[in-house]
């Protein structure tokens, strides 16, 4: 199976380079009937976007999205859907000189080891380009999982550097460039970019992200468990080095008596587990947090080698995000749209159709 | 393809439950060639077992492995190689009081509602019992790495609730119960595990594993990087909650100065990534962290409810380790093992064998 | 994935050599609940074992299967079913002669060319003994057909070398050896064989196999269709040179008008198509017809080589069925009863539960 | 795994409708450093273009393929290829009578059955447009077979509806846009296809495709057979009902000691066959044969339904072939030869690259 496909029945499959004549996505396996139109991918894309503000790089995308196939009168036939975007701002000649040089911290020096040639400009395969269209698919993911189980997945920053939210109103996340939770922070955040900014330094993040509504049942053990497929579809995004369900780390220093969520009929007291037991949903808020590292472009110079084995020192002069995490936040929400929807088909093939035969469910009153 | 297999052109099959006959798997894909004998899946399966130590559960099992298939005269044939292991230590009756009753922080209540019948023996098919044949399956790909590559993979608990290592060294992991690497801590270690056993309740761990010789260029972009594959492998191994790679969450709170690793032209000057760039190998020490939770498993009671909806206490009577992590070790590193021989022979199969074409190959100064 | 399994939903990976210690299966992705128990594979295995009638060759094996796993009291529970036979009648000592010689018209040759390495007793991994595995996985895929969905898969044996059926019915077929469906024809069919056997040589048959009650829409487009996936899996069985779908071959000197199978408010007139359409199912009877080539293991000698490269002349002592198509009759219906489950989980994942939504349905007066 | 999708380790997935914006393919695992351009594809476009003579239907697209990514100054990266072409003569009107009809024959009952919507212009996914990127795709697997290994894969029509080959010449295959192998008959082939459209009627047809240069010990036993593969990938071409290796359905009367392949020192004495042993290549030319079936768009009137059930009698007045079994041809050199590179891949994969280790290699003095 291609290894830039993911999805045992959604199966998305990328393709593009940063600065190739396009990127796109093949989207496999969704039901037939659903509605989606070109204009509805526009908003995640802009969420996602690199030019959103002046805290993320200056690269500006008209990022249409054309829909190739699989759509026949604004609704999916059940045929393969696939998604382009063409490439219009390609600026090759920022990238020309670092074309025989490694990016200490980027993909460059690997890519030359394992195929013998790579295509330098913007980072060609590995740039963050390539999670534009998971995005894309993800607003079909996102849209077919809301429509038919009432399934919502939202993510917001976490954490910028040192920076931790001092109050949490999900209604502030989307009203800021930050993704951030807690309005009153905002200024500060701002002030904060802005100087690391002027430093010519980056800064590493967290991104959380949850999904309402899942039911109790998705995820296949062993190898296809529920956390296992989050785990896979986070670490692969760009910068990501790290992935946590419900308590994650902080479990290390937990007690069995203070982890285990107890159950009443009413439902469960608490969610350490991030709404996944034995990889398999509980029916709670099912979450995750990542930890994206600080960006290696910078206008620092940084020692490395060239391509004949010759020190030099490289210094990023193209557009660059002192923060990748900040724009994380809808990727981050698309993997995780991708792989509940691709566990919902999974489920109800073997199981049947979700409301099929519940053998006993209790209530739920998640804190 | 089998939520129960992993591993793409390496792959590994399992099937049991902790209380059935039997549990086994089939490992597909290995070359022709390999010398492997039964007595050779001994050691790791004896680190592994439950009962090596006072400090892990008290089931005693001969897990011995039997060859089925896919070795002539003491060779691998390049066909499926089948291992099975009889459970002799079927204790079923522990389990019976709770085969109606969903076990808090248990994949009891979700296995329950997706299938709508569960084998309630000891946890059947969540039960951690299910890591042996990975073990099994691991023994082979450490021998292969090894053998063809040099490469070693090796596993530590680097801290136990509260408890961090006071200092490293290699030779004293495997002189302890705890593959804990500084062996004038190992006391105080007991002193703790015995005050915690003896009031009833668990707690969580961090363990770390790492592999020696890794060459440049394994991997393979976009959903299939090594640290994707990584992470899944690992989070799919019971009770783990968060994976890293490198810094993994530390790089939160790091400065791109800081986490970018240099290179020189005697090689990179720090590992902050972990040794892996674009998700391919770099060439340095490929490094991971798990956490795992505290088993629920307590003889502290906890509310939860049954199949009818009714509250119950739960009591576990049955043998369980007060820290899972702790044998959790040896699992850790058969999957990361299992990783990289997979990910060696794709690489093979796209880019040739190992040592063709090396374009340009700087020396290494890890420190 | 391993090329010892197939299916993607309802995944079976074999393993075993003809002369090993045993041979077994995992069946994964079957639906909890259904019942199986052990004595239920009894008949279809009856029916593929080679020791049925003096027509086919004399091993004759216990062939008791033992469920390991995925079954807890005696109904399926969504996990993976391992099913294990030991191989309890080894005669090694017939094959030791011909271990160093490839026998024309056998794997021996090849198997040593890709592996360097091959097990030579009864043909290792290449003998048809596999199968019995094959058959065992379609115990339950037939079962779960029919309770579900009230489809019925059953074969024939359609040709033996010159000799064709001179009139049909379904009752003659399993109340003879050779799965022929006129009585009628029996003691000329003995009479052939019994000449052939006596003078050392063999014939090659085809077998036809057909599903009643497939409703339409099975099959995915374009490379899961259901008649390729039939393909694959009936050209896998051993011996088996050509298959062909509804008219097959007969369709190359057909014209349109006599092929097209034309529909009426009361359902299709004709089934030349063999109820597949795009690779979809035509709620027409599925049909597929297969040959068998004659085997290679002939008591009159071959000329061949052995693995010095020197010419040797090959006999085989062993026994061996003159005519193998005739025990692959049971084959053949297990290989369709697992494309067609596999098939009928596709469908529900993408299309949800069959009986949801049929836009409009015409009936059958198939001929 | 995408059912668009076919291939192991070279993942070729198509997808586009055959009158919606365009068509594409992405091709993932060819491995880096091929030189690939643009207008490499032509060729073979050409030879499967519908336009290419009288005797095929009458679209002419100009079929020119954009590559998308995957080869940076051009050669590949080992990143995927993603191949798109525009359609450019999209007469929807010629199909807007029937889109409530169900064309007897066709895909179009099966997809409205499957997937209660169906895109009706021009057949949508299932029209015999999308083999267009099966062969594009086979350009990039042909050239890499040929520049690596010396293999070749050619076809040619054996048989149109009644008329057989009087003799077989490789030079005369090209010359004729029949792909007929004896000159001389062109021009009763010619007569006898102007009778055909003139009476409204179609024809089925036979295509053989060879491999030639297949070293011994490509293909994956068991469910991975080289003649599985082919099997499974010829039967998916549009139209095709029967798939035979070798000798195929003339083995059903061959006795053994006619259909073994002796072998001496020099190699093979014959190839019945068809150049696999055991799902293994034997070093032997590798031969395939297919049937395609008559089209059933015809404009003599066939009685069907449409989707209010009511009888009605279509006639096609659309572009059609009276034999689409001609410019299959190239379509089965594609397949054939995406398979071979694939089972290439996955040799080297677990046997290491060819080349080494040859056990025992007898020479080839194929008939």
Redesign the interface.
């Given at each position: 199976?291609?290894?830039?496909?993911?999805g045992?029945?959604l199966?998305v499959?990328?393709?593009?380079?940063s600065h190739?004549?396009?990127?796109?996505c093949?989207v496999?396996?969704?039901?037939?009937?659903l509605e989606i139109a070109p204009e509805e991918f526009r908003h995640d894309l802009e969420r996602r976007a690199t030019g959103k503000s002046r805290h993320t790089s200056a690269r500006r995308e008209a990022d249409e999205v054309?829909?190739?196939?699989?759509v026949?009168e604004g609704?999916t036939?059940?045929?393969?859907?696939?998604l382009?975007i063409r490439n219009t701002d390609q600026r090759s000649k920022d990238y020309a000189d670092i074309a025989r040089q490694?990016r200490?911290?980027?993909?460059d020096?690997?890519?030359?080891?394992?195929?013998?040639?790579?295509?330098p400009r913007g980072g060609?395969?590995?740039s963050a380009r390539?999670t534009t269209m998971r995005v894309a698919a993800g607003v079909i993911a996102k849209k077919w999982l809301r429509q038919r189980f009432g399934v919502t997945v939202r993510g917001y920053l976490s954490?910028l550097?040192?920076i931790t939210p001092d109050g949490f109103d999900w209604s502030a996340v989307e009203d800021n460039p930050f993704f951030w939770p807690h309005a009153a922070q905002v200024p500060a955040l701002e002030t904060y970019m802005d100087a690391l900014r002027k430093s010519g330094?980056?800064?590493?993040?967290?991104v959380n992200v949850v999904a309402d509504g899942v039911p109790?049942?998705?995820?296949?053990?062993?190898?296809?468990?529920l956390?296992?497929?989050?785990?896979?579809?986070?670490?692969?995004i760009n910068a990501v080095?790290?992935?946590?369900?419900?308590?994650?780390?902080a479990?290390?220093?937990?007690?069995?008596?203070?982890?285990?969520?107890?159950?009443?009929?009413a439902g469960f007291?608490s969610n350490?587990?991030?709404g996944?037991?034995?990889?398999?949903?509980?029916?709670q808020q099912v979450t995750a947090s990542i930890?994206?590292?600080?960006?290696?472009?910078?206008r620092?110079p940084?020692?490395?080698?060239d391509?004949?084995?010759?020190?030099v020192d490289v210094i990023t002069t193209g557009r660059h995000d002192p923060c990748v995490g900040i724009r994380a936040t809808p990727i981050a929400e698309a993997m995780m749209a991708l792989v509940l929807m691709d566990q919902a088909?999974?489920?109800?093939?073997?199981?049947?159709?979700v409301g099929?035969?519940?053998?006993?469910?209790?209530g739920s009153v998640d804190g």
């Open positions: 199976m291609s290894s830039n496909s993911f045992k029945l199966t499959t990328t393709f593009g380079e190739g004549p396009a990127i796109g093949v496999d396996g969704c039901p037939p009937g054309e829909i190739l196939s699989g026949y609704r036939t059940g045929t393969p859907i696939a382009l490694f200490p911290g980027h993909a020096y690997t890519y030359w080891q394992k195929y013998g040639i790579r295509d060609g395969r590995s390539e954490q550097g040192p330094d980056s800064i590493g993040a967290r109790a049942g998705w995820g296949e053990p062993i190898y296809g468990k956390d296992g497929d989050l785990a896979a579809a986070l670490m692969s080095k790290g992935v946590e369900i419900g308590d994650g780390f479990a290390v220093t937990q007690k069995g008596t203070e982890h285990r969520d107890l159950m009443t009929p007291l350490h587990a991030g996944i037991l034995g990889g398999i949903s509980t029916g930890v994206l590292k600080p960006t290696s472009s910078l620092l940084g020692a490395t080698v391509v004949d084995g010759h020190t088909l999974r489920h109800r093939a073997q199981c049947g159709d099929d035969v519940p053998p006993y469910v209790p």
